[in-house]
């Protein structure tokens, strides 16, 4: 019997080309004769532009041109938004003011960029950035939130009355009148701060334009190459077919690199354009940190109305969310936040005012868990504060609270990010929980350990939280799979690749459907000219949309060859076998063909071809689901405080996670490491200080801190399995669920190891200063 | 402008005489000017570790340094390790325990344990995280590059040699 490859853990196909650095990055790109760009950002996050002047810069050796957005002409126009809020409410206001691909009249936050410079390398531009003489009359600054909405608050975009971005209300039962015969009402403020993405490969883009050939060529650090060469090409009036977008080999992503369209893809190629020379740019780190878009920032003020034996009547959760200084992005982020806050819980009724503000700060669009994380901390937060208020367990308040496994698909009845009611497709909330519990061994730590070692003066906590995760919306993906006459099998996918491994699952199914070694199995990326139906890698959903496309594809592959070979061998179908690279008869291995024979029959260089039949063993198919495919799971963790210096240390970390159909467990431990990882720097290490004028104070890798080795424990993972009904694998994303729950779990474990009266968790994320101020009990510095 | 400079420079082995601009940073030179793309570069602040090079034989960030620094020095760089149809025993660690998922930080991770296990294969606790802790990985949580340094340890003593 062939070994079934989907589900197995099997190393990875792309490594050796990583692990030897023979994979192609964008700043690997070479090409002949390759000019050099550099940005000019402005140093003030708010100003009025009166004038750029480059012509000193022209001067210096070395620099081949420079253009402000005087220069564009015709060509200078906002972008177009990526992301158009909901249709589907009634009353919800909002503003679409996109960015520009260089500064015109206003700069709207810090690092927004006001001139580009070309030159033969790189240091040239650079220095001739310092020739350019800028005019900038800086203006008052609004980062705060909280006062964006003030009568008296700096405008961004002067030309709408207020810094409201956009404004919606959802509701779903009846809040308010739940509200008044509610046992017990809670009520609480939640900030959660900025921090980045924080991918080691910054951004970067190659642009070449072939006046010969008439044919544009990008390289792009893209999530999302197809959508970018359809933009480029309506952009710049050119047919699709003469745009190439590749997005090799990308050093990681975590969402910023999905949006688009960046100022300096808009810039390169109208610069390649109009000069006819292949053109490198490279995103340095503090640009990164001032360009690169960036997420979280949110404002909750939120009530829980509860019984008295901890059932949940109704949340609300009024909320302002921080879009920086455009919002092209529309409500992808508030959304979530929204849908996740209800969790896997029975909340019947629900009510939450969003408000979508404009600051003079950098963009704001999804970071790996996108708005979700949010969602679940307040929620989360709730509970816990509900549990004390009302002397029930901590998991205890949970398990009262989950929807029950029957009433799947569940009917949330608010919107979600694919503007579609937000409708769970399946949960089996409780195992999960009970497994986690048992792992951490729940009963004992905190009956027996916590008490004995509380008085021996240590500070220990333990965590426990569940969370829900949409993944793998629509609105689809395709996939082509062909058998070469070498009997090796390509197959091409839409999507972008970031280090999720699709080189290897995707070959998992193909190889699984046709008989073949992963080995044989070459998965394409990212490369338009190679397919060009697609949307690209975001929210959780390479392993179910598009894996859904390679599966269909690969299948109906299947269905030409043993048609073929049926007739070859005169067997009829049902007794052929797939297996070892050839076609052959169940009873009878002797007889059979291999599949790169039969390529070859299938594309003979003469002789005829039956009328209505098509050349090669070849198919395309796409996958598109009707909804988002809901993952889930609870995270335990046990940590430490030191009282006297406020570290916290990892002691314990435990993942039950829930993804429906696993395609490879290697892979899916591997994102679920990373996600927790990123989450551990969200909850006590990561946050973007901004000072009053909007400048960042920590625009390093010195000063902002990723998590290293050091502070990462071993992280503890066990599997559930509840396919979704939603798609043949039943599969969903996992992409973004480590990174989910643990800014909630954090808190909960930190509050409860310190143990302090009244003291109150109701920010992310911490530092140790930070708990050293609760601690001690003063006031946060405004 | 400023005076371009002589270099000799020996790189996996092979010598290379040069005329490079003295503020050529030595990431840039290996990368641009010899072609060997695999040294990567994250931050150029010194933080990331991503352009982790052997200088001498020593973990040295090459984001760091200028190319001129180099001249009579020899550089190891990733390409001086296997090749994709024979990796290096530590490569192959990688791989086994999925020890990277981008791979861009994967190459500075490299070059920064490789002359701590071919000094010794007898790793404690605390060497593994001297070995680790100055690279940093935002994909993988860096508990199976743990993993991989033990299993390429476990390798190497055991005369898979390099
Ligand atoms: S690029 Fe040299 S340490 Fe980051
Ligand atoms: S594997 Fe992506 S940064 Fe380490």
Redesign the interface.
Known sequence: MMAKLIGKRI??N??????????L?V??V?LPGMLHAAFLRSEYAHAILKGVDVSAALER?GVVAAFTAEDMGDDWSPGPPLVIPPPTIEDVEFYTRTQVPLVKDKVRHAGEPLAIVIAENR?IAEDALDDIVVDLEPLDVVTNIERALDPDSPLVHDDLESNLAAHLVQEKGDYAAIREGADKVIKRRIVIERGI??????RGIVASWDNKQQQLTVWDTTQSPIPIRNGLASMFGLSEYQVRVIAP??????GPKIMMFYPEEVLLTWSTLKMGKPIKWIE??RENFYATTQERGQVHNVELALTSDGRILGLRDDFLHDTGAYDPYGLTIPLNTQCHALGPYDIPNFSSDLKVVFTNKTLTTPVRGAGRPQGVYVIERMLDIAARELGIDRTEIRKRNYLPKDVFPYDNIIIDQAFESFVIDSGDYLPAMEKALKLIDYEKFTKEEQPKLREGGRRLGIGVVSFIETTGVGPYEGARVTIESSGKVNTATGVGT????HFTSFAQIVAERLGVDVRDVHIVTGDTAQFHWGTGTFASRGAVVAANAVNAAALIVRGKVLKLAGDLLETPEEELELEDGVVRVVDDPTRFISLGDLAQRSNPLRGAVEPGTEPGLEATAYFGPKYGATAFGTHAMIVEVDPETMMVEIKRYIVVEDCGTVLNP??V???L??????GIGNSFYEKLVFDDNGQLLNA???DYL?P???E?P??EIAHQVTPSPLNPLGSKGVGEA?AIPVPALFAQAVENALDVDGLEILESPLSPLRLFELFHGEEKDA | ?IKAMDITVTVNGEVFQKTI?P??LLSDFI??EL??????????????G?CTILFDGMPTRSCLMFAVQADGHEIR???D?????D?HPL?EA???T?A????????GF?MSILPILEESTDLSEEDL?RA???????????????DAVQLAAEKMSSGGES
Do not use: W
């Not at chain 1, 490491?673 to 990123?678: D, E, F, M, N």
């Not at chain 2, 793309?37 to 933080?47: I, K």
């Not at chain 2, 990277?100 to 190459?107: A, E, I, K, V």
């Open positions: 190393t990875r792309e490594d050796p080309r990583l692990l030897t650095g023979q994979a990055f700043d690997d070479e050796p240091y993405a924080g991918a080691i490969e910054n080999f990308v050093g990681g992503a975590f340095d780190r970031q280090g999720q491994g290697l892979i431990e591997g994102q490491h990373g996600g927790v990882a990123l390093s890798f010195a990723i290293t080795a050091a990462i071993t992280i480590g | 402008m601009e503020r050529l990368r641009h072609n060997l793309s695999g040294t990567h570069v994250g931050c150029e602040h010194g933080v990331c991503a760089t990733v390409e390790l296997g090749t994709m149809e990796l490569q990688f791989q086994e999925h990277l998922q981008c791979g861009f930080c994967t190459s490299l995280k680790m802790e100055g690279n940093l990985c935002r994909c993988t949580g860096y508990q199976n590059i743990r």
